[in-house]
């Protein structure tokens, strides 16, 4: 079976799968903010709607001029995407034909990117048993040979945080072997104690970071981004991007968007609450799960290799996961979930409840 590539859409799982979706589905496939956008959305929304008229700012120097003041950058080490994926997109542009290396398991859209821009695509495998560890001296052989890595941190799918000094570490190697390291940080704000990995940029020149409003501020229907870089790469960047690729209306709504440490702080505690609730089900469940320092967590049924059969009783109970077959290094051992409402993260724990009682016995 070809698996859907990506969470959210939940209609084509159930139509690969043969199932019939239930009208009170749950979709814990998309890892958004569950407590939704922030309301000064909302209550902005009107003045936002008289923009609608407006050709959009092709050069977004509102916003880079806000991004730039609160990270204390320049406005030329910033490009604004219409979301993260954009931004990937543009850089397999410049890596095209290149050596790219690939930490698995890693967002499935970095390998996709790749292939279509006739990358040489290595990977390194981090493993389960160990936690997803990384260590950046183990790489040193790989990334002789390459020329960009990409680092998704936390990581997505296991939700796995790296800190500052292991990410030095890594980009210490790399541009000793002029390679570049490509940080993915769509999920940085929702990390309690995240480290600033910007002003690594002042000593590695080899830094690439990638930022995604969509996640923490609930707004995947808007699609925001932006990437963080030396001018120089910034500049090979824009060469590649479309004109008027971000509407203005999400242009004013990054602005908005970047005084919002309160609604921050108050969804990384909420979430980790729900966390702590949930992983402690699972332990007296006896399911395995990641230490995710996310939104999102991987999880699995100990008695199960493949999922499978696992994810099926989910769908049709009407709870969604995020199947892992596209994952190299996971390939359906594990089902990922996002935190959801308190209502619906119960809900999900009846449904497991159900099925480790529909199922006593080793499978």
Not at 298 to 309: F, G, H, V
Request: glycine share 4%; net charge neutral; proline share 5%.
């Amino acid at each position: 079976m070809k698996w859907p590539m990506h969470g959210a859409n939940p209609q084509y799982i159930y139509e690969k799968t043969n199932l019939e979706m239930p009208v009170d589905a749950i979709d814990f496939s998309a890892n958004i903010n569950p407590l939704g956008p922030p309301p000064i959305l909302l209550e902005m929304w009107n003045d936002l709607f008289q923009t609608v008229h407006l050709y959009p700012d092709p050069f977004a120097s509102r916003l880079k001029e806000k991004i730039s003041n609160k990270y204390g950058l320049h406005p030329k080490q910033l490009l604004i995407g219409n979301g993260a994926a954009e931004i990937i997109s543009l850089l397999g542009r410049i890596l095209a034909g290149k050596k790219v290396l690939l930490l698995q398991p890693a967002f499935s859209e970095y390998e996709e990117v790749c292939r279509i821009n006739q990358c040489d695509i290595h990977h390194h495998y981090l493993s389960a048993e160990t936690g997803w560890e990384l260590i950046p001296s183990k790489l040193e052989k790989d990334i002789r040979h390459v020329d960009a890595i990409f680092l998704c941190n936390p990581n997505n799918p296991t939700g796995i945080y790296y800190p500052k000094q292991i990410v030095e570490e890594l980009l210490a190697i790399c541009k000793k072997n002029n390679c570049y390291v490509i940080l993915d940080e769509a999920f940085y704000d929702f990390v309690i104690g995240y480290e600033d990995m910007l002003p690594l940029l002042k000593k590695f020149s080899n830094l690439i970071v990638i930022r995604s409003m969509t996640k923490m501020y609930s707004i995947p229907g808007i699609r925001l981004g932006y990437v963080v870089a030396s001018e120089e790469l910034i500049v090979q960047l824009q060469q590649f991007q479309s004109q008027w690729s971000i509407n203005g209306i999400a242009l004013r709504v990054g602005e908005l968007l970047m005084g919002q440490e309160t609604f921050q702080n108050k969804t990384q505690s909420y979430i980790e609450e729900e966390k702590e609730r949930l992983f402690s089900f699972f332990r007296k469940a006896q399911f395995a799960y990641s230490n995710s320092a996310a939104n999102y967590y991987l999880l699995r049924d100990t008695r199960l290799t493949d999922q499978k059969d696992f994810l099926t009783f989910l769908l049709n109970n009407g709870i969604i996961a995020r199947h892992t077959y596209n994952y190299p290094s996971l390939e359906g051992e594990w089902l990922r979930f996002a935190i959801k409402s308190r209502l619906e993260n119960q809900q999900l724990q009846g449904v497991v409840a159900k099925w480790k009682q529909s199922h006593p016995l080793s499978l």
